[in-house]
């Protein structure tokens, strides 16, 4: 089945699925979407299935699909008490790329150096097998810088469904948030509050998506370590962020915290994996 997917020409293939998907997400009686959001999803989508096939497509579907469910859940609660999403949790474009824009800045490097740009066309990740196919010295230069963007997408998404998760669990089901600055008792819903329940919700949300790039291949089972630590240090960074920094700047709203959350787990996962490469060899 996937091979005949992968034979048909990928932006038709994109363009179809994703608008059959738009069209259903908007007869659908619950809307996971705005209008507007559901447009840039779209194109969110169709980039990474042109860049990053359905292996990277699963990914941010799953990201999508669980978060969407963790926001709801305990909504009415949460609403009672104003601690609630916007919209009753239905994504805008600032959320779709608060939450995507460093998992797509990945795709788009990943589909860069498969374009041939930088080395030969030859070179190019097998996703079928699993493996880099790696013809010369040039082509193990981007091999290697593919392998980190493809970690950092997973990374990504596994911290910004951790962050998620923890914080809609933590707001329905936490029965102690504390600062994380001080650890003194704060409201549930406070800016930079954690719970133990969130906590360890989030850390199950982030295994679980870091093993889902890994069952489509993007990244070995190394590699689903360093997602999991990288989304358990981002979640509790932005933590602080929001803690210390969010109420003092107006432009640090909460869809730019997400996109520096998403990027600090990237960045860490890639440093992570770059150490331990550097300390084995």
């Known amino acids: 089945m996937s091979s005949l997917i992968d034979s048909v020409n990928p932006w038709l ?12 997400a908007w007869i659908a009686p619950k809307k996971l979407l705005t209008p507007a959001g559901s447009f840039h999803a779209w194109f969110l989508a169709i980039l990474i299935w042109v860049t990053l096939g359905w292996q990277g497509y699963t990914v941010v579907m799953f990201y999508f699909l669980v978060g969407s469910g963790v926001t709801r859940i305990g909504m009415a609660q949460k609403e009672a008490e104003g601690i609630a999403e ?4 239905a994504r805008g474009p600032e959320n779709v790329w608060g939450s995507a824009l460093t998992g797509a800045l990945c795709a788009l490097g990943v589909g860069i ?32 810088l593919q392998s980190l963007l493809l970690l950092g997408y997973v990374a990504s998404f596994s911290t910004k ?13 936490g029965k102690s948030t504390f600062l994380i600055t001080t650890l003194k008792p704060v409201p549930r819903g406070t800016e930079g509050a954690v719970s133990l329940e969130g906590t360890l919700a989030g850390i199950v949300a982030s295994v679980a998506i870091a093993f889902v790039g890994w069952g489509v291949g993007l990244i070995d089972l190394l590699g689903v370590a360093w997602c999991v630590l990288a989304a358990f240090i981002a979640t509790n960074l932005e933590s602080v962020i929001g803690a210390t920094l969010q109420s003092k700047y107006t432009w640090l709203t909460n869809e730019v915290v997400n ?4 990027l600090i787990g990237a960045i860490a996962a890639v440093l992570l994996s770059w150490t331990w490469i550097n300390i084995i060899k």
């Open 161 to 173: 469904l951790a962050d998620t998760t923890a914080s809609e669990v933590g707001k329905a089901y």
């Open 113 to 144: 150096i498969n374009s041939g740009f930088f080395v030969s066309s030859s070179q190019y990740f097998d996703f079928a097998q699993y493996k880099f196919l790696v013809p010369n010295t040039s082509a193990a230069l981007s091999t290697s």
């Open 259 to 262: 996109i520096f959350n998403t």
């Open 13 to 24: 293939v994109a363009v179809v699925l994703n608008t059959i998907l738009l069209g259903l």
């Open 86 to 89: 916007k919209r009753s949790g």
